[in-house]
Every structure is written in structure tokens, then in C-alpha cells.
């Protein structure tokens, strides 16, 4: 059964700290990692990874997939108590015949404070 | 550029009721997801259609689950009859493409409560 992992499962920090957001998975015909923030509503896409070793970045947030020991990190450096969210891993199988296309962690529940 | 939309944003039912969601694709968007999110299981895949026909439904709770694409602009979700442990917030969600080269973008959920 396709698998995807997330540690920890909560977080607290204080504001400039930097975290890193884990995410493991098992799942066979890999074919994308991908990472999202919920706030109050619906989660909003961060990063779409498909190879190893390439760093995405967007502002303070970037994200590294290792697809040789099926693990991806989302960093974020100067937190901000808008980061504070829900993150979300979620990986791509299409290929799989009766099986989901996309199987989402638990996630992460970051908080920033003051 | 309107996004995903669904609706009703909350909603209290007794259990027994039917209960219907809806939901309105970003217009070009090939894909549709349903989602169903609780703390215990996170976000599990429900169905998805591409270009309006169901492709995967293995993640249907049960019969009494069911989701309609009649047209490329609108689906329902329906639960019929509804009980208390499908209290949840159902998200839909579409794409342009697979999930595995585009994003999907998500609507903000429906909030359902089963009394």
C-alpha cells in the first residue's frame, strides 16, 4: 500500500527560527512530490518535485527530493507567524492500475509565534 | 480568474438526510478531485473524473457515496443517507492535467456536520 509520511507531526517555533518539514514515502511508479500550506481553508500548492537533488526555492521556502531514499524537505529560514499552517506532502502514482493518483500525508502543523 | 468554487460552504444535517455538495471546476481545467478531510485519516481521495467520466472510485467510502460530472463545469457529491461519521470538510479540486506534471487548486471546502 502507497505510503507518505510526515514528521514531525507539529511544530513550534519562534519567529527568525529556521525548521525543516520532513516527508517519507513508499510508493511504487514514483512520478512526483509534491508540498502544500493550509491555513484556515484550502491548501495552496508550494512545490512540485519530480527529480533528485534539485533544490526549489521560493522566497524563505525551499524543498529537496531524495528519490534514492524516498524522502523530500521543505525548509523554511526567518519564520514569519504567517507560516504558520498546515503543510501537506503528497505523491504522484499514476500508473498504478485501481490506485489513487496522489496520496497526501497527514501533514505538519507549523506554529510561529511571536 | 475565479477558482475552484464550492458550495455550500457549511453544512448541519441529521443524520438519515441526504446530503448534496457541489462544486464548479476552474473553466479548462480536465480534472476533478474529491477530498474528504478529517484530523484521524487526513486528506484521502474520494473520486476523480477526467473530461467529465469517473476514472478511479476506489477511495469511496461506501454506496452511499455517490458523484456526478454531467458537464464540464459542475459536479455533485451526494451522501445518501448521511451518517455521523461522514462529518468531515470535502474539498474539491481540479487540474489542467494528471497530478503528476500540473498542481491541482483547490476550492475552500465544505464543512459538514452530521447530527
Known amino acids: 500500500e502507497d505510503k507518505v509520511v510526515q514528521s514531525p507531526l507539529s511544530l513550534v517555533v519562534h519567529e527568525g527560527d529556521t525548521v525543516t518539514l520532513n516527508c517519507s514515502y513508499e510508493?511504487?511508479?514514483?512520478?512526483?512530490l509534491l508540498w502544500y500550506k493550509q491555513e484556515k481553508k484550502a491548501p495552496t500548492f508550494l512545490f512540485m518535485l519530480?527529480?533528485?537533488?534539485i533544490e526549489k526555492k521560493s522566497g524563505r521556502l525551499s524543498s529537496i527530493l531524495d528519490k534514492k531514499e524516498l524522502f523530500s524537505i521543505l525548509n523554511i529560514t526567518a519564520t514569519q507567524t504567517g507560516d504558520s499552517a498546515v503543510y501537506l506532502c503528497a505523491v504522484g502514482n499514476p500508473l498504478r492500475s485501481g490506485n489513487t493518483p496522489l496520496v497526501f500525508g497527514k501533514g505538519t502543523r507549523l506554529s510561529v509565534i511571536a | 480568474d475565479a477558482g475552484v468554487i464550492q458550495s455550500p460552504r457549511h453544512e448541519v444535517t441529521e443524520m438519515g438526510q441526504e446530503v448534496t455538495l457541489r462544486c464548479k471546476p476552474i473553466s479548462g481545467h480536465d480534472y476533478l478531485f474529491w477530498y474528504r478531510q478529517t484530523m484521524m485519516r487526513g486528506l484521502e481521495l474520494l473520486i476523480y473524473f477526467n473530461n467529465n467520466v469517473p476514472i478511479d472510485d476506489s477511495g469511496m467510502p461506501e454506496d452511499r457515496f455517490s458523484a456526478k460530472m454531467p458537464n464540464a463545469s459542475f459536479s455533485t457529491l451526494k451522501i445518501q443517507p448521511s451518517e455521523p461519521r461522514d462529518s468531515a470538510v470535502y474539498f474539491c479540486?481540479?487540474?489542467?492535467?494528471?497530478?503528476?506534471?500540473?498542481?491541482?487548486?483547490f476550492g475552500d471546502g465544505t464543512r459538514l456536520s452530521i447530527l
Open positions: 510508493v511504487t511508479n514514483f512520478r512526483s
Open positions: 519530480t527529480s533528485s537533488g
Open positions: 479540486a481540479s487540474s489542467p492535467t494528471g497530478v503528476w506534471s500540473q498542481p491541482q487548486h
